[in-house]
């Protein structure tokens, strides 16, 4: 397994857009052989003393920190898929910016690959 997370934030007026920017361009990563896309809104994100995801992301007051994850079965299958949506040959409305704007401010994304080292499952 291989994961993509992501953290962002959002105007809390705009959570209904989210979703649905959300539910239009995550199926990609689907179709590309994601096995799994969460997107959580934030419900209980406290202030750290040193840090937390609100300074990470430099949230405002009237804004909401997302906390997503992509999971794939391995690294390489999501290494192809992104150099397929990163190829000039890559043409799908659901992630045209124009077609499906972002609800929120790119910029203040943060995101990394992770490869797990602990995995514990309840029944």
């Known amino acids: 397994m ?4 992501f953290v962002i934030v959002v105007p809390t007026a705009n ?3 989210f979703i649905d920017h ?8 689907i179709d590309m052989g994601a ?6 809104w934030g419900d209980d994100v406290s202030e750290g003393k040193v840090t937390d ?23 390489p299958t999501r ?3 992104m150099a397929r949506m990163m190829s000039d040959d890559f043409d799908d409305e659901r992630m045209d910016m124009e077609k499906n704007p972002m609800p ?13 080292v602990v995995e514990l499952k309840g029944e």
Not at 35 to 40: A, N, Q, S
Not at 104 to 116: N, Q, S, V, Y
């Open 53 to 75: 995801f609100r300074k990470a992301v430099q949230a405002k007051d009237d804004e909401t920190v997302v906390f997503s994850w992509i999971e794939w079965p391995d690294k």
């Open 2 to 5: 291989y994961i993509d997370g």
């Open 35 to 40: 096995t799994r896309v969460l997107e959580c």
């Open 22 to 29: 959300a539910n239009t361009g995550d199926s990609v990563f």
């Open 15 to 17: 959570k209904q857009k």
């Open 104 to 116: 929120f401010d790119g910029k203040r994304l943060i995101f990394g690959g992770f490869a797990p």
């Open 79 to 81: 290494d192809a898929a």
